[in-house]
């Protein structure tokens, strides 16, 4: 009996053992060939893929074409899941892959048809452009020829990867888009309901301006002087929610008159969502165009050809969100004849699509105006920029050859993706900023939704004379997703959700507080986590306990050593931020409780409620206090015992010591197939990091949310710019480039933007 035991046991063991080899096998050949020579036909001239320690492509083509061709090669290589799911999210294709559990979010994609937009785009472009496009997806496709297996993400989901096309690299445009202006498209219906529901004073109320405004050129809009609205007691109902991540980032510039060297200093970080891998993709390409020899570096982003921020020696970009306005909800009347001043038609569309596990019946209605969506039992057409055929070009490619600031402002006004604050600087120490990307013609933006008759034809056309700052007196260029443009500009360009401006702010003082510059300096101001804009709620809950010293005397020592910054060992800081954060959800919950009953997303109008929230707190009218509190003191005093017991039990603790913001706001850079897998979380995922940030300061940082890249250059001196990434160049987790660069980022590392000597060569033959 026991030999019998004995027996199965080594049985199972080496079958185990078998399979473990088996699987280990098939990954293996599913990590890419980085050395040796591969034959390739749409190449005009051999070209070469190296990679130095970091996994860095470094491209040497002899043209543009076949840069791109090259650069979707190691895209592919690398990157493939990630651009087969971001192609798939915009187009409203991931249930196939993945099943039901999509359905919904691909419905929601489906929307915006933009696999039918991206068709419409592409047979439309100038010809050079659908050539990049096409050449692009060849090297994409080459390489998954090349592949010995799958890569693993299509071995446990038992799906095959399908072949790229020109239109694929579109859809990875329009899931930015999704990204960066989603929130807008909520927003302004939330604007809507709250006017609806509260009457014309709530609104301006709620959006009010605030003390924190950074406008390049110094102007301020005039504070709210109107009344506390009142509010109905009917609508005080319970409501929790958070505001939208502060998607966008910080970039800023300083000429040559505050360098040492005479050449312009930009940074860059862009804010998103952080996973595994990462959104970008260190690149560098080398071809010869126009007869004139180019070299361009930064960060790509796959599913792409070209690099998106960086530098081409002569002059460096980046980008943050505008957050101008490229949204018109269009409000349809029930009554649809032709009697009606405007003609009105709307119809049904079937769009029937296929998940994995079924046919999914779907139908869309549509109107001239736009796909329509019920809301509160109201038609709304949707009008967005990312509906206009002059939605995406490749004109961003054009920046290799700018030579100085003003042709690239030329270059970036042809520019069309989601729109972006471009900060430029060059070799020469000049420096600009303006917005580059696809924005509407339309010059009388509104909050609120409008009647069909409002609607204005200018849609038709992107604008064509956006504004522009270069060379400013001061020698500086901020921004950080808040108002760029002037109050004179706004009425033309609107509000689409800026920052409330906390954060511009802070850089912009920052920029001030020296007369010149080193990329030391500038890595300083981005990793900047002082809490200033926290400070006068950390005076509030700190006057309000000390009305129970015995009570709270751990709470107000803590208070008390809360170190002034988003630090992580700061117990303070976590007991403020969250604070604040439940004392608005209460106070405002009777508006965004009505809104999300009727089927209003409201979270979007908290970004923007900090000086209405103040209003309340200084003012404090007894329409507004929460209901089960005859004062307001006892108000904040529950909202603190409240705050304190959901601290406790969301982090299984009874101990105020173990709330530290570096527990609480813990970075997390998760593979999105992580929590499917938990024995493999330690392998899939990224090193867990102590928060360090938060979202109202230049060290933007929540726990998937943060700088997706940091970026410090001076044009013509490139030996000592610096490009951190929060991950590494390859998805496959067995790949030696899979966490490369990632320490470095969490420990606030200066990582070189140029590659370093060559790890692997691989050279790309023209096929015979």
């Not at 019998?4 to 080496?14: C, M, P, T």
């Not at 890569?151 to 072949?163: H, M, N, Q, R, S």
């Not at 990875?172 to 302004?188: I, K, P, R, T």
């Not at 769009?351 to 038609?379: C, M, W």
Request: charge should be neutral.
């Amino acid at each position: 009996m026991f030999k019998w035991i004995k027996g199965l046991f080594f049985s199972v063991l080496v079958f185990g053992l078998l399979a473990l080899a088996g699987v280990f096998v098939v990954l293996n050949q599913s990590l890419p060939q980085l050395d040796g020579t591969v034959q390739s036909k749409p190449l005009s001239q051999p070209a070469k893929l190296i990679r130095d320690d970091l996994g860095q492509a470094v491209i040497h083509a002899a043209t543009r074409d076949d840069a791109a061709y090259t650069l979707g090669y190691a895209h592919a290589q690398d990157r493939f899941f990630q651009m087969d799911i971001q192609r798939r999210v915009a187009a409203g294709e991931l249930s196939i892959w993945v099943g039901k559990r999509a359905i919904e979010t691909d419905k929601k994609a489906r929307f915006h048809q933009f696999r039918t937009r991206a068709q419409h785009i592409l047979s439309n472009l100038p010809a050079p452009q659908r050539r990049l496009l096409t050449r692009y997806s060849q090297g994409v496709n080459d390489a998954l020829l090349a592949f010995g297996s799958k890569p693993p993400e299509y071995w446990l989901t038992d799906f095959e990867p399908a072949p790229w096309s020109p239109e694929d690299s579109l859809l990875v445009v329009f899931s930015m888009y999704l990204d960066l202006q989603g929130g807008q498209l909520e927003l302004d219906l939330a604007h809507t309901g709250v006017a609806r529901y509260f009457g014309p004073q709530m609104l301006p109320f709620l959006q009010q301006s605030s003390s924190y405004q950074a406008a390049l050129d110094g102007s301020r809009i005039a504070p709210y002087s109107g009344p506390v609205p009142p509010l109905d007691e009917a609508n005080k109902a319970p409501w929790h929610g958070s505001p939208p991540p502060e998607v966008g980032s910080n970039n800023w510039a300083v000429s040559g008159t505050r360098t040492h060297s005479g050449s312009a200093m930009l940074a860059n970080d862009m804010h998103l969502g952080l996973r595994v891998p990462t959104t970008w993709y260190r690149a560098q390409l080398n071809y010869t165009r126009n007869a004139t020899p180019v070299q361009v570096t930064g960060v790509s982003l796959p599913g792409l050809p070209g690099i998106v921020v960086g530098t081409n020696g002569h002059v460096a970009w980046g980008f943050t969100n505008a957050n101008l306005d490229n949204v018109d909800w269009v409000a349809l009347p029930e009554d649809t004849s032709r009697s009606q001043p405007y003609a009105l038609s709307t119809w049904q569309q079937d769009d029937h699509f296929t998940s994995k596990d079924a046919t999914v019946e779907h139908q869309l209605t549509l109107s001239q105006y736009g796909p329509v969506r019920v809301i509160d039992n109201q038609r709304y057409a949707l009008k967005w920029v990312a509906h206009q055929p002059y939605a995406i070009n490749l004109n961003i490619a054009d920046m290799d050859l700018a030579q100085n600031v003003a042709a690239a402002v030329e270059v970036a006004h042809g520019i069309r993706i989601p729109l972006q604050n471009m900060v430029i600087a060059d070799a020469a120490g000049a420096i600009a900023w303006t917005p580059a990307g696809a924005l509407t013609g339309r010059s009388k933006p509104t909050a609120t939704a409008i009647t069909p008759d409002q609607l204005s034809a200018q849609w038709a056309a992107n604008e064509t004379n956006p504004p522009v700052i270069m060379q400013p007196e001061s020698g500086r260029i901020w921004t950080a997703n808040s108002r760029v443009v002037s109050t004179g500009q706004l009425n033309r360009y609107g509000d689409g959700g800026y920052a409330l401006g906390a954060r511009a702010q802070q850089i912009r003082d920052r920029l001030f507080a020296r007369d010149t510059f080193t990329i030391s300096d500038f890595y300083q101001i981005q990793l900047d986590n002082e809490a200033r804009f926290l400070t006068p709620w950390h005076e509030l809950l700190t006057r309000q306990l000390q009305q129970r010293p015995n009570e709270f005397a751990e709470e107000l020592n803590a208070l008390a050593n809360w170190q002034h910054c988003a630090c992580a060992a700061s117990v303070g800081y976590t007991l403020v931020s969250v604070f604040r954060q439940d004392v608005m959800n209460r106070l405002l919950s009777p508006v965004m409780h009505t809104l999300s009953v009727h089927g209003y997303q409201p979270n979007g109008l908290l970004r923007q409620a900090e000086p209405a929230v103040w209003q309340l707190i200084n003012t404090e009218p007894d329409d507004w206090l929460p209901p089960g509190y005859q004062h307001w003191d006892n108000f904040y005093l529950g909202t603190w015992r409240a705050t304190k017991a959901r601290l406790f039990e969301h982090h299984n603790t009874d101990q105020l010591s173990q709330l530290t913001w570096g527990k609480v706001n813990q970075l997390r850079v998760a593979h999105p197939f992580a929590t499917t897998l938990p024995l493999l979380q330690d392998y899939l995922n990224m090193p867990a990091v102590a928060g360090f940030g938060d979202r109202f300061m230049p060290a933007v940082q929540q726990p998937a949310f943060g700088a997706s890249q940091r970026l410090f250059v001076q044009p013509g001196k490139l030996d000592t710019a610096v490009l951190t990434l929060p991950g590494g160049q390859s998805g496959h987790p067995l790949s030696s480039f899979y966490r490369t660069g990632f320490k470095a980022y969490a420990e606030g590392d200066a990582t070189p933007l140029l590659p370093g000597p060559a790890k692997h060569t691989l050279r790309l033959e023209v096929a015979e």
